[in-house]
């Protein structure tokens, strides 16, 4: 029987800050729903609903959904002035679209059980606030529907193309990682290392990982191996622009969602997938201007990725960054990527980049020179909502080109280093 397994490690309580209603999403109801909203005078409650678009049908493929419309902005046409969801104050809560009901949790498909965390977008997770998710564990499994598929719990587990290795060793080497994520392996760095060498950690274990047999892997895990790390792996390159182009591109490829036009879906048409080429070869410049969709505004690429050395990211931040790469390989099939954990590994690498690039750029907009936990917040916001829970890009095109980038350990470092470059932030220890 499948089961399902909530993050022990995070915590959640609803601090109403209307982020995830906010949002450039579609919020989608189900059609049975809609009856209920049909039946109410929404005009002469909230009197500022006259002539705004409450929903709208639409086809998607062979279905149709419903989609809420906008009040001012990304804001949901239903969200009141005081942050309350007029749906819900209405309604009832029952009468909420199950996508709103269910956030900020998600639900990881692994051989063995469904693993559920949290967005790490949603404040309350990012500030631990609240019970630990493991004690609401009724109501998580009322929101969150199990997967039909039959569990597999001996399925080997995918650590690199052609390297498997079984569930029980897979187990205590995602604990071990977990451990690294977030400082807490005193037999390595610990707390000391930043969020770049602490991925340097994950990557070296991996890689060692995925070139030892599984009889004597097993024996370094139980003895606490921990492999070296050679600083000149990982050191910056001069300027981002001087990685190889397959990083570049990655890391291009990671932001896709964020170079749509707006009113896109991450779920293009051939040719509009075709018409975004210009625009990500544009970012695989690394320098030059950027008109980024989630900020609202253009920015100036190669000040992003030289940030001052001032920009540095505090403890805070770095602390947030490591339960939020913890929580990833907590999943196992890590959120968003269905990848082996090699190539996985690396997309969090760029999915980290990516949070610090935004969160840089959040950093500049309100004129600060350091890189606050706020900065942080922002970026993982960005991250989390509109990128990690996308269709990646290697989902859709040049699956074969990114897939092979993504799975090659020396792309991995040199991923590493010109997240560095960017920001000798990310090297706080
Ligand atoms: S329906 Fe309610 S909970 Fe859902 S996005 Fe709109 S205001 Fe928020």
Redesign the pocket.
């Known amino acids: 029987m499948r089961l399902q397994v909530i993050d022990p490690n995070a915590n959640f309580a609803c601090k109403s800050c209307t982020r ?2 906010d949002q450039p999403w579609l ?1 989608l ?1 189900e059609p049975e729903k809609v009856a209920a909203l049909d039946a109410v005078d929404w005009v002469a409650a909230f009197p500022d609903m006259a002539g705004r678009t409450l929903y709208r049908r639409k086809r998607r493929g062979s279905t149709t959904v419903v989609e ?1 419309g906008k009040g001012d902005g990304n804001r ?1 046409v ?2 009141d002035t005081d942050g309350l ?4 104050k209405t309604l009832g809560y029952d009468a ?2 199950r996508m ?1 009901k269910q956030f900020p949790f998600f639900a990881a498909r692994a051989w063995d059980a469904d693993y559920v965390s949290a967005n790490y977008g949603c404040r309350a997770i990012q500030e631990q606030a609240g019970p630990p998710m493991s004690t609401q564990a009724e109501a998580v499994r009322r929101l969150v529907p199990l997967s039909d598929v039959p569990a597999r719990p001996d399925a080997q587990f995918t650590l690199a193309a052609n390297v498997l290795i079984p569930p029980v060793v897979a187990a205590v080497l995602r604990e071990r990682l977990g451990r690294l994520a977030t400082g807490d392996d005193e037999t390595a760095g610990g707390a000391r290392d930043g969020i770049a060498a602490r991925l340097a950690r994950m990557l070296a274990l991996v890689q060692h990982a995925a070139a030892t047999p599984v009889a004597e892997l097993s024996k370094h895990l139980a003895a606490g191996f921990t492999p070296s790390l050679d600083e000149s792996l990982y050191l910056a390159f001069a300027s981002a622009a001087e990685a190889p182009i397959a990083s570049r591109f990655l890391f291009a490829a990671t932001l896709f969602p964020d170079t749509l036009p707006p009113d896109s879906t991450a779920n293009l048409g051939f040719f509009r997938r075709l018409s975004l080429v210009p625009r990500l070869m544009a970012l695989t410049k690394m320098r030059g201007v950027y008109a980024s969709r989630f900020l609202g505004r253009n920015v100036q690429v190669d000040e992003i990725m030289c940030a001052p050395a001032t920009m540095v990211l505090d403890d805070e931040g770095v602390a947030l960054l490591g339960r939020y790469l913890r929580a990833r390989v907590w999943q196992q099939f890590p959120g968003g990527t269905q990848l082996p954990l090699c190539a996985a590994l690396h997309q969090h690498i760029m999915d980290v980049n990516a949070v610090v690039f935004y969160a840089i750029a959040e950093a500049r907009r309100a004129g600060h020179d350091r890189l606050g936990v706020e900065a942080v917040q922002r970026g993982l916001m960005h991250v989390e909502f509109h990128l990690a829970t996308q269709p990646r890009l290697y989902h859709q095109v040049l699956r074969g080109y990114l897939r092979g980038a993504l799975a090659d350990p020396a792309c991995a470092w040199a991923s590493l280093r010109m997240m560095r470059c960017a920001r000798a932030a990310l090297a706080v220890s």
Do not use: E, G
């Open positions: 995830c209603c919020t109801i809420l949901c239903f969200l969801c007029r749906i819900h909420k679209p709103c």
